[in-house]
């Protein structure tokens, strides 16, 4: 199983990224896939998931400005994240789960090892 997160970078407060995570060893379609991310030194937090069949969850802390999504074809989850702001600086991972309908973090089976998003003017 490999999960390989892209995307992450330096970006100013309003701006947006789009993280990739590309999936290989594993039923990619069958699977619910998260993401997470950390603060150095503090704990992990959920941010967003996707059932098998599409269906969408998001934490408070980001809803209405990020958005997930899957391309089964691609075996790829993305994360569309809009109006970023300092509190959103971290490092962001993707975890597969094989429940097609559980999006958890205690869920998951699988993590990427992450891709840092810095938020600053």
């Known amino acids: 199983v490999q999960l390989v997160e892209s995307g992450g970078g330096l970006v100013q407060p309003g701006g947006s990224l789009t993280l990739s995570c590309a999936c290989s060893g594993f039923t990619f379609s069958s699977s ?9 030194g503090k704990g992990v937090e959920w941010v967003s998931g996707i059932h098998s069949d599409g269906i969408t969850y998001y934490a408070d802390s980001v809803k ?36 097609s309908h559980y999006v958890g973090l205690d869920g998951m089976d699988y993590w990427g ?9």
Do not use: H
């Not at 300092?86 to 991972?93: G, V």
């Not at 090892?113 to 003017?121: D, E, H, I, R």
């Open 113 to 121: 090892k992450g891709t840092l998003v810095t938020v600053s003017s």
């Open 64 to 99: 209405g400005r990020f958005t997930i999504a899957r391309d089964n074809a691609k075996e790829t989850v993305y994360l569309q994240m809009n109006m970023l702001k300092a509190e959103d600086t971290a490092y962001y991972y993707c975890g597969m789960s094989r429940d």
């Open 32 to 40: 619910a896939m998260s993401w997470a991310r950390q603060v150095p």
